[in-house]
C-alpha cells in the first residue's frame, strides 16, 4: 500500500504565496510520476502541475509562471511553490503519484487526502 500524505495548506491574500508539500511512502518500488490536481467547488478536478521520475515537468497554462513543482533527491517527496497567487485558484489541492509497488507486486495509482488552499482578502 502506498500512502500520500499533504501539507502546506490554508488562507493566503491575492498575490502572496503557498508552498504545498506531499510525502510518499509504504511499499513503494519505484515512482514513475507524481502530480498536483486541484478541485474548486462545482468543477472537475484539474492537473496542474506534474513531475517525472528524471524530473520533466509540465504545467495547466493558468498556472505557468507562478507554480514551480519539484521534488527531493530521494524522489519521495514532492512540493508546489505558488506564487502570486489569485481567488481563482482556490480549491483542494491533491497529491498523486503512480509508479510500482512491491510487497505484491503490483501498479499503483495513489491519492492523498487533499490540503485546502484559500486565496481571499
Known amino acids: 500500500q502506498v500512502q500520500l500524505v499533504e501539507s502546506g495548506g490554508g488562507l493566503v491574500q491575492p498575490g502572496g504565496s503557498l508552498r504545498l508539500s506531499c510525502a510518499a511512502s509504504?511499499?513503494?518500488?519505484?515512482?514513475?510520476?507524481m502530480g498536483w490536481y486541484r478541485q474548486a467547488p462545482g468543477k472537475e478536478r484539474e492537473l496542474v502541475a506534474s513531475?517525472?521520475?528524471?524530473?520533466?515537468?509540465n504545467y495547466v497554462s493558468s498556472v505557468k509562471g507562478r507554480f514551480t513543482i519539484s521534488k527531493d533527491n530521494a524522489g519521495n517527496t514532492i512540493y508546489l511553490q505558488m506564487n502570486s497567487l489569485k481567488p481563482e485558484d482556490t480549491a483542494v489541492y491533491y497529491c498523486?503519484?503512480?509508479?510500482?509497488?512491491?510487497?505484491?507486486?503490483?501498479?499503483?495509482?495513489?491519492w492523498g487526502q487533499g490540503t485546502q488552499v484559500t486565496v481571499s482578502s
Open positions: 513531475i517525472t521520475r528524471g524530473g520533466s515537468t
Open positions: 498523486n503519484a503512480r509508479g510500482l509497488a512491491e510487497t505484491p507486486w503490483r501498479r499503483y495509482d495513489s
Open positions: 509504504g511499499s513503494i518500488f519505484s515512482i514513475d510520476d
